[in-house]
Structures are given as C-alpha cells and as structure tokens.
C-alpha cells in the first residue's frame, strides 16, 4: 500500500533538546513538505523540497531544520531555538510542486515540549 | 500579504441539514483552490478547483469556485455523522500551498 508514514504518532520532549521527527513515501513523489497545524489557525509551511539534496524554507522555517538524503525520506528537526513548539506536525507529498499536484498527508505527530 | 479565510470557524447541524462552507482568498498569481477534510489526523483531498463556474461534486459534497469574487463553496447536502471534521480550504500561489484555518463541521445524529 502507497502512502506517507510519520512516526513517532506522539512525542514528548523537555524544553532545550533537539527532537526529530520522521516522514517516509514511498509513492515515488518528488516533492515533500512540512506544515505545522496549531488550534485555529491553518497549516503553516516550515520547509518543503522538490528534489533530493534541495529544500527551501516556508513561512515559519525559523527554529526548524531539515535533510532530503533520499527521494523517500525528509525528517524534521526541531530544535531548542523554535520558540513554541509544541503542535500537530504534518508531512506531506507532491508529484512534484505545482498546481496539478494536490497533496497527500501523513497521519501527523503531536509533539508536546514541556 | 496573502490570506485566504474560511468561514464559518465552526457549526453543529442535525443529520440531513445542508451545509455550505465559504472560501475567500487574496493571494497574488493564484493557480487554484483545494478543499480537504480533516477527521482526526492526516487531512484528505476532496476537489481541486481551477476554473471559475464549473461545479465539482463526488456524492453529496460539491464545491464551485467564483474567480470574480475570489471565493469558494463547498457543500454537503443530507449530512451524516461521518462527516463531521474540519474541512480545510487551500490556495496554490507561486507553487506553494497556503491554508486558511479551517471550519469545524460537527453532525448530530
């Protein structure tokens, strides 16, 4: 079965450490994204990339990082200088970007700092 | 600065009652809209709309996007509790997504 697994579902972390977060298709996209989903607000871009070894920054790329070593594979980190940042984080892909190409989306982790 | 806003934030209905769901966006160089529904987790596609005045529809949900007035509807007509989520309106603007906040659907048996 095609599709996008994010682990862990959920995660918990003390404030100050670094925490990443994994997403992996194998739908064979080449596009892959990170949106962050907090209580009423939208889905905000952190990062996304359409190409291994390529990424870009979204709207809220501050206190994130990321890695795109594989076509299959492009895990989020979190580290200590994101402000807040417990929230709902979804990854998603893309046949490629553009807008012929709706999104497909992982479960999601709800990660929460304390 | 590029919005895109959904209205109503939230509503409960009996099952049955119709639904209609408002998009309206501002974004510069617009490609298209798409409606998601999000139950618990991972959000799933429902329409993608690019031209203005064609109605899409897949069962009793439709959606139609008004270029003219940079809006969206989408509808749900004799609802029933499974469709109870938030439904997620997102615009493609320069290649990239941007999401409004979404509206809560809640359907009472």
């Known amino acids: 079965d095609g599709g996008i697994t994010q682990s862990p579902k959920y995660l918990f972390r003390k404030e100050g450490q670094n925490v990443t977060l994994s997403c992996e298709q194998n739908?064979?996209?080449?596009?892959m994204y990170w949106y962050r989903q907090d209580p009423g607000q939208g889905l905000r871009l952190i990062y996304y990339?359409?190409?291994?070894?390529?990424?870009q920054k979204g709207d809220i790329a501050e206190g994130y990082s990321v890695s795109r070593e594989k076509k299959e594979s492009f895990p989020l980190t979190v580290t200590s200088a994101q402000k807040n940042p417990t929230a709902f984080y979804l990854c998603?892909?893309?046949?490629?970007?553009?807008?012929?190409?709706?999104?497909?989306f992982g479960n999601g982790t709800r990660l929460t700092v304390t | 600065e590029d919005k895109v806003v959904q209205s109503p934030l939230s509503l409960v209905v009996h099952e049955g009652d119709t639904v209609t769901l408002n998009c309206s966006y501002e974004?510069?160089?617009?490609?298209?809209l798409l409606w998601y529904k999000q139950e618990k987790k991972a959000p799933t596609f429902l329409f993608m709309l690019?031209?203005?005045?064609i109605e899409k529809k897949s069962g009793r949900l439709s959606s139609i996007l008004d270029k003219k007035e940079l809006s969206s509807i989408l509808n749900i007509t004799a609802t029933q509790t499974g469709d109870s989520a938030i439904y997620l309106c997102?615009?493609?603007?320069?290649?990239?997504?941007?999401f409004g906040a979404g509206t809560q659907v809640v359907v009472t048996p």
């Open positions: 739908l064979n996209h080449d596009a």
């Open positions: 990339s359409q190409i291994v070894n390529d990424f």
């Open positions: 974004v510069t160089n617009f490609r298209s």
């Open positions: 997102a615009v493609i603007s320069w290649g990239k997504l941007q």
């Open positions: 998603a892909s893309s046949h490629q970007v553009g807008p012929d190409s709706p999104l497909h």
């Open positions: 690019t031209s203005s005045g």
